[in-house]
């Protein structure tokens, strides 16, 4: 089936740092989402993209859908102690039904 | 507040049992899904349905059955549990028809011996 590949799996980084993750694929899609888990609970939504080039922002959350329709980034700016989680895309592809595609995800770690 | 919720939250059961996890919405959303979710696979779709009697096959759904009787209700069953089904299970639902994002429940964590 059709994949969205999400990097990095993983990533260790000091509290304050900037964070950057995307995901990308073979595919055009037209809604790209950003969703972020923690332990014991299910993905919670943060951001939503619908049109190409878009850019929009969650507090210190920022999420863009690539102009080629085929990649999304996710930034996080002065990371916090509770942004640890997991960060997962997904995407709904052009011309499909409401099926939603997600990636692998990415592990943030922040170091004290 | 509408909610969707899970249970049980967690389940420990013997191969060949049949099990049923419950998942219940109270959003009125005619879309709801099952994925489970493993280590190095992310999430992957069971099954999902977009109405009342209305079931369909997802990715992993060999193993699973889900019955939609109702808007509220969409339980998935584990005919014969394998260790293999051992996972944490989310379920989600999504408004009808739209590129609407889908939202999820906390999860049940099954675990088969």
Request: glycine share 8%; proline share 4%.
């Amino acid at each position: 089936g059709q994949q969205l590949n999400q990097s990095p799996q993983s990533m260790f980084i000091q509290e304050g740092e900037d964070v950057s993750m995307n995901c990308t694929s073979s595919s055009i899609f037209n809604t790209w989402l950003w969703y972020k888990q923690e332990p014991g609970e299910g993905p919670v939504l943060l951001i939503a993209l619908y049109k190409a080039g878009e850019l929009t922002s969650n507090g210190r959350l920022t999420a863009q859908f690539g102009i080629t329709r085929k990649d999304s980034f996710l930034n996080i700016s002065a990371s916090i102690p509770s942004d640890v989680g997991i960060y997962f895309c997904a995407g709904r592809q052009m011309n499909r039904d409401d099926k939603i595609i997600f990636g692998k995800g990415t592990r943030l770690h922040i170091l004290p | 507040d509408a909610e969707i919720t899970q249970s049980p939250r967690h389940k420990i059961t013997e191969t060949g049992r049949q099990v049923t996890l419950a998942c219940h919405q109270t959003w009125n959303h005619n879309n709801m899904f099952w994925y489970r979710q493993d280590l190095g696979h992310g999430l992957r779709l069971i099954h999902y349905s977009y109405g009342v009697q209305d079931t369909n096959k997802g990715e992993v759904s060999d193993g699973y059955s889900v019955s939609r009787s109702n808007t509220e209700d969409l339980p998935l069953t584990l005919e014969s549990a394998a260790s293999s089904q051992t996972s944490v299970y989310f379920c989600a639902h999504q408004v009808f028809c739209s590129n609407q994002p889908q939202h999820f429940g906390d999860g049940t964590r099954l675990s088969i011996l």
